[in-house]
T-cell receptor, first 112, second 110 residues
Framework: EPEVTQTPSHQVTQMGQEVILRCVPI?????FYWYRQILGQKVEFLVS????????KSEIFDDQFSVERPDGSNFTLKIRSTKLEDSAMYFC??????????FGQGTRLTVV | GQNIDQPTEMTATEGAIVQINCTYQ??????LFWYQQHAGEAPTFLSY????GLEEKGRFSSFLSRSKGYSYLLLKELQMKDSASYLC???????????FGTGTRLQVFP
């Protein structure tokens, strides 16, 4: 069964460094998302991406964040100048038209 | 904005039936989703309602009443592996992004 894959599964980075989280959505899906879940808290929407551009972003998704679809398969989230409070689980999700979103297994980011 | 409320925790016994409620205040949405999330894992899709009424999928059913701003997830014949968080989420009209509630942590006891 097709699945959304994310790498790495764990990432430890020093405060102030840049990280790139990678996702390979399911191949025929049209909509791509990044979500974040701080430990013990709810899943929060960050950004949606459709037709090679950002379609919506939350107030969390400020200039520190950016997304790219550099080729036909990858979808990346870049976090610049990481802060301690960026430590969280980051989930990528994708979906075709009018059905549920499928989530990747997540990248656990720890900023030290 | 959208407010989505769920009970924080629930407990139930193996073999029993449990109903997890979700209430919301929003100006509009495409559909209401239920996801299951085990600790440290990704949310996995359970059920989806667009129209009012009951959707049944095996041991899981979900109900929606748009006029009452209310949904529930019904889990039958509970198993130990059903111990997890259950997330209610609304799909926005514009981009179908999911807005999640805080989730209900269900513990199933023998």
């Amino acid at each position: 069964e097709p699945e959304v894959t994310q790498t790495p599964s764990h990432q430890v980075t020093q405060m102030g460094q840049e990280v790139i989280l990678r996702c390979v959505p399911i191949s025929n899906h049209l909509y791509f998302y990044w979500y974040r879940q701080i430990l013990g808290q709810k899943v929060e929407f960050l950004v949606s991406f459709y037709n090679n551009e950002i379609s919506e972003k939350s107030e969390i998704f400020d200039d520190q964040f950016s997304v790219e679809r550099p080729d036909g398969s990858n979808f990346t989230l870049k976090i610049r100048s990481t802060k301690l409070e960026d430590s969280a689980m980051y989930f990528c999700a994708s979906r075709p038209m009018n059905t549920e979103a499928f989530f990747g297994q997540g990248t656990r980011l720890t900023v030290v | 904005g959208q407010n989505i409320d769920q009970p924080t925790e629930m407990t139930a016994t193996e073999g029993a039936i449990v109903q997890i409620n979700c209430t919301y205040q929003t100006s509009g949405f495409n559909g209401l989703f239920w996801y299951q999330q085990h600790a440290g894992e990704a949310p996995t899709f359970l059920s989806y309602n667009v129209l009012d009424g009951l959707e049944e999928k095996g041991r899981f059913s979900s109900f929606l009443s748009r006029s009452k701003g209310y949904s529930y997830l019904l889990l039958k014949e509970l198993q130990m592996k059903d111990s997890a968080s259950y997330l209610c989420a609304l799909a926005s009209i514009s981009t179908d992004k999911l807005i999640f509630g805080t989730g209900t942590r269900l513990q199933v006891f023998p």
